[in-house]
C-alpha cells in the first residue's frame, strides 16, 4: 500500500496540473474571443500593401528571401465552411534580380488563389489560417481536444501562450496578453527542402473595426526571415 501511494501521487498530481492548464486556456481563449469578435464572426475581409518572399529562392544560405511588392493584397476567409479567396498585385522589389522566385517581374503581376469548401485542399485551411489570422487561431485552438495553457515571458513582458496539436500534427503556440489579443504564433513546417523550418508570425498595431479588433501590421517568418509582410490592413467586412 505504501508503495502504490508514493507511485499514484504524482500521477494524481499530474491529472490536476493538466486540468487545470486546459481550464486555463478555456478562459484565456474566452477572453480572446469576446476582444476579436470571434462569435459572431463567421466571415471576415481585409486588404493592404506590402510585401512577400520567395521561400528558399534566396542567392546563398546567409540571404534572406528574395522581396517582392505586394501593391495590393485582399484576402476573404470562410470560416464555415473553411473556405478562402486570395487577390493580389506584385510589381520587382529588388533591382538587380537577388536570386530566384521567378524573377524579374516586368509591370504588374496579378495573382488570384481560390480555396473552395469541400476541396483537398481546404482540409488544410484551419492548420494554415491558425498561423497567420488572430480569429482563426481562437477557433482552432478552442476546439482543439489537448489545448493547454501557461504563462511565459517574451521580450521582457508574461503572457498566456496557448498551445494545441494542429490536425497535421504540428505543435502549435500563441501568446495572448491580458486583453485578449494574439500577439504571436508559431509553429514549426515541413519543407521537402529545408526540413523542419520554424515559422513565426508577429501581429501588431491592433484597431477596432466595429466590435471586431484585428492587426494593421502582420509579418509571417519561415526560417528566421520574412516571408510575408502586410502593413496598413484595413479589415473590411464582417458577416453574423
Known sequence: MLKMAIFSA???????????????AEQVLSTAANALGVAQLHSIEYSGSGYDYALGQAPNVNSPWPKFN????????NFDPWETRLQRTRTQFEN????????????????TQVIVAGSAAAAALPDELA??????????????????SKPESWNGKTYSV???????????RGWIDAQGLVLRVETSIDNPVLGDTPYEVI??????FGGVKFPTHILQKQAGFAVLQGSHIDHRRRSE
Do not use: M, W
Request: proline share 8%; hydrophobic share 40%; aromatic share 6%.
Open 131 to 148: 498561423l497567420t489570422l488572430p480569429q482563426a487561431f481562437v477557433k482552432v485552438a478552442s476546439a482543439a481536444p489537448d489545448v493547454a
Open 10 to 24: 504524482p500521477l494524481a498530481l499530474a491529472a490536476l496540473v493538466n486540468h487545470a492548464s486546459a481550464a486555463d
Open 162 to 172: 496557448v498551445t494545441f496539436t494542429a490536425r497535421n500534427k504540428a505543435h502549435t
Open 203 to 208: 501581429f501588431d498595431d491592433y484597431q477596432d
Open 96 to 111: 538587380p534580380p537577388r536570386g530566384g522566385g521567378g524573377q524579374p517581374i516586368v509591370g504588374e503581376q496579378n495573382q
Open 70 to 77: 505586394d501593391k495590393a493584397y485582399t484576402r476573404t476567409v
